[in-house]
């Protein structure tokens, strides 16, 4: 076994390790923990499948925004009480069985491809030249599957309404419960305030360089939102009412803008979503910096929660 | 060379892996340390992967994960219960 | 030259991996909780710092190298504020869930 070999096996049995804790832990906590820990190494997985914008986007929102999400609704869940049935061994085998199933089928699926793999690599690099980009990912996100995109990024928005729905009436327009203790630790506020400056600069040029490099505009854009995430915690500004204009307008300016761009596909190069020829790379990064502002907007938004306060006059 | 260092990158990775037993031993708080070095450790593996193979990105990689790598810690140790007490009439 | 900059860098290296093996010998086998993260903040510090050390004459330019350095710094920055917040839970012997 050569070391290659050695080391992919250590990593897919530390992972498959990990999966089982997450599933078996007995406390939320320590499944969060060992979901996050399973994230990690799953960005490492991608690194070594040679994968890098999967693996930078895994580590940012597979690993740490869920994570944190995961942690925050376990606090809130906590005071409620448990259910009166928990599940019984019938129900929790069925489980088993069918997620067993899936998994061997797609084992399966991946052990039996023919050799060499069917793949559109090949073709996706082809076209690049006339997208004006260097990266073949963002290539297909923004200009071959773009109306895909947009819908993803519609979800997005729509998961926002969908969490701020869960409010009782009278807090509609109020702002989300603060993300960190009233008296936060000192070394949190240091963090925020030297982390937070570098972290947009770093976020801003993940996003920029992701036209020719591993990058785009959702890696860049979750490193954004962990950056206000961050300031939040430590108490330095607190989550906007869910009424004000601004923030709305930053949610919806990502897939408003996109669908706009489609809707100027006819007039301008001929079809829905066809960007002009000679102009396609401004026209993309365009896009992509309002993809970035919705998705630094978003992602804190989901992690505050529904509002829990009254809107003041 | 560029054996040694894959060599040393997968030796890191399989260390600090090694240290995830804590996960599943020990307090929650040992579980979140056990997490931070897997960070750090995976940081590091991504760095001598990167030098020693020279594919594009993967120090990008490395720089986005020492970006959040304390965040998810931070913020686990900050929705503790406890220290949130005046704050906890959130689900009212 | 070149093989003093090799050695240089497989020295920095080991020494990084050694103390990445430190940190994980300290969290499985330090008795209390205080105490590993005591070894785990050596090991982040040192261990990282070490790593990149020996990486930075391997960079492909001065401003390679000063990205390394930057990442560093980031990962100090960020450890040792999780540090700070574990250990003051810890002696407040709060319990994090």
Redesign the interface.
């Known amino acids: 076994m050569t070391l290659f070999e050695a080391l992919d096996f250590s990593l897919a049995a530390i992972v498959l390790g990990l999966a089982a804790r997450t599933i078996s832990a007995r406390?939320v906590?320590g499944a969060v923990v060992a979901y996050v820990a399973y994230g990690l190494l799953l960005a490492i997985v991608w690194v070594r499948l040679y994968a890098p914008d999967v693996a930078l986007t895994e580590a940012a929102i597979g690993s740490g925004v869920t994570g944190v999400l995961l942690i925050s609704a376990s606090t809130r869940l906590g005071p409620l009480p448990a259910p009166d049935a928990p599940p019984g061994a019938a129900l929790k085998a069925g489980a088993a069985a069918l997620s067993a199933l899936v998994a061997g089928i797609v084992a399966a699926a991946v052990l039996y491809l023919p050799d060499p793999a069917p793949s559109l690599a090949p073709e996706a690099d082809a076209h690049l030249a006339e997208t004006g980009l260097g990266n073949a990912v963002t290539a297909v996100l923004i200009a071959y599957r773009s109306f895909d995109t947009m819908l993803e990024k519609v979800v997005l928005v729509l998961a926002v309404a969908g969490v701020w729905s869960v409010a009782p009436d009278r807090f509609w327009g109020g702002a989300p419960a603060p993300l960190g203790p009233a008296a936060p630790?000192a070394?949190?506020v240091?963090?925020a305030r030297?982390?937070a400056p570098?972290g947009a600069v770093i976020g801003v040029q993940m996003f920029w360089v992701g036209a020719d490099e591993p990058g785009g505009a959702f890696q860049g854009g979750a490193i954004l939102a962990a950056m206000w995430m961050i300031v939040m915690m430590a108490r330095l500004t607190e989550p906007p009412r869910i009424s004000s204009g601004w923030l709305r307008l930053a949610l919806i300016a990502g897939p408003g803008v996109f669908l706009l761009a489609g809707l100027a596909g006819p007039v301008m190069a001929g079809s829905f979503f066809a960007f002009p020829p000679g102009f396609t790379k401004p026209v993309i990064l365009f896009i992509e910096a309002f993809m970035v502002l919705s998705i630094a907007v978003t992602l804190p938004l989901l992690v505050a929660g529904p509002p829990n306060r009254e809107a003041r006059r | 060379?560029n054996d040694?260092?894959l060599a040393?990158a997968g030796?890191?990775l399989l260390?600090?892996g090694?240290?995830l037993?804590?996960v599943l031993s020990?307090?929650?708080?040992?579980g979140?340390?056990?997490v931070?070095?897997l960070g750090?450790?995976g940081?590091?593996a991504l760095?001598?992967a990167a030098?020693a193979t020279g594919v594009a990105g993967v120090?990008n990689v490395?720089?986005g994960l020492?970006?959040l790598?304390?965040?998810a810690?931070?913020a686990?140790?900050?929705a503790?219960?406890?220290?949130r007490g005046s704050d906890r009439d959130e689900n009212r | 030259m070149s093989v003093v900059l090799?050695l240089f860098?497989?020295l920095a290296?080991?020494l990084?991996?050694f103390f990445?093996?430190a940190?994980?010998v300290a969290?499985?086998r330090f008795p209390d909780?205080l105490s590993?993260?005591h070894g785990?903040t050596k090991?982040?510090n040192l261990?990282?710092g070490l790593?990149?050390l020996g990486?930075i004459p391997?960079?492909a330019s001065p401003l390679?190298a000063l990205?390394?350095i930057?990442?560093w710094a980031?990962?100090q920055?960020?450890?040792?504020?999780?540090a700070?917040?574990?250990g003051?839970?810890?002696r407040r012997r709060?319990?994090?869930?």
Request: aromatic share 4%; proline share 1%; glycine share 8%.
């Open positions: 406390r906590f630790d070394a949190l240091f963090l030297v982390i570098i | 060379m040694a260092l040393a030796i890191t260390t600090v090694a240290g037993a804590r020990g307090r929650e708080v040992d979140l340390m056990a931070q070095l750090t450790g940081i590091a760095l001598l030098s120090e490395a720089l020492a970006l790598a304390s965040f810690s931070v686990f140790v900050n503790s219960p406890t220290r | 090799d860098t497989v290296v080991g990084g991996v990445f093996l940190g994980t969290l499985l909780s590993r993260l785990l090991a982040d261990g990282l790593v990149v990486l391997r960079a390679a990205k390394l930057v990442l980031l990962v920055l960020g450890s040792a504020t999780v700070q917040m574990i003051g839970a810890l709060e319990e994090i869930e």
